[in-house]
């Protein structure tokens, strides 16, 4: 048995830790929302450029390793004059690789809704935009909730990327615990379980949200 009381030594480089995985993976799920509607749209684009654009986003970030697109951001960037924090890298990277999934997910969505609305829209004065904001969307969110969740909670723990660059989060926080106590596994059990505080409560949130929506529909 491990002995908890070491690790109620270390109490707030867990707290900081949590809340510093919350806070990457919930600015990163904002960011990646936006990427994920906008690639999505333009994977659907009739515009032949605007299409390869974003099939090219999609087939790049989503086929190639996180970790060499976080250091990319974290250490590429700044050689280039763009001088950004670890965080903010971090935070970039998990919204541009999880926006590629996010895109593919939206637009299966926006395939399932019928044509005619669509064509419904844009006889009724709408341009393309406005009818993709007001009328394809919204219908589009609803049916891929399930995967979009999934995705969510995969951000949240691909997020433990950041004790690779920046430090600071939870996992960072185990290395930490752990080579100063050597309790290891008590150690990257309880992480685990901090992990566990955060997507639980985020899977039951989006099946009730799907169960309210099925009911609505």
Known sequence: M???SLLAAYKQEFIDGFLTTLSASLLALVLSLCVGTII??????????????GTAYV??????PLVIQVFFFAMGLPSLGWNISEFTAGAIGLSIYTGAFIAEALRAGIQSV??????????????????????????AFKIVIPPLGNQCVNLVKNSSVL??????DLLYAADTVSSQTFQINLTYLFVAALYLVITLPLSFG??????????QS
């Open 206 to 215: 989006v099946n009730q949200l799907e169960r309210r929506l099925a009911r």
């Open 2 to 4: 491990g002995d908890f």
């Open 40 to 53: 999505a749209c333009l994977r659907l684009s009739q515009v032949q450029l605007l299409e390869w654009i």
């Open 163 to 168: 004790a690779i660059i920046a430090g600071g």
């Open 114 to 139: 019928p044509r005619g609305q669509m064509e419904a829209s844009r006889s009724s004065g709408m341009t393309y935009i406005q009818s993709m904001r007001y009328v394809i969307l919204p219908q």
């Open 59 to 64: 087939e790049f970030f989503r086929n190639t």
